[in-house]
């Protein structure tokens, strides 16, 4: 199972794909895996489960700047793509720039 199917099971999104908050601390047994080590790699915004929804964080219940609890607020609708296109690489590749050696 992903960490985006276990956060989906977790905060049980409605059909509108709204779910509750949910809190950081549940993140235990079963939910282990979903831990924000690194700042929550899985729910980023380039991440999968942000391509589909839109995913909110709240640092507010607690003191500091960590991330407390997660929801999601809805469907991306949005056409996101950090991918760079075929045609711009292949552009780069012919025109390749070159570094003097004594900079």
Known sequence: MTKKDLFLELAKPDSNG????????????????LQLGNGGSWCRKESSIAKQYIVEFTKTLTSGNGIDAIRLNGFNNNNYSQHIRADIKKSIKKTKMRCPRNI
């Not at 709204?18 to 895996?33: H, L, M, P, Q, T």
């Open 18 to 33: 709204i779910s509750r908050w949910v809190n950081v601390n549940e993140f235990v047994g079963k939910y282990k895996a």
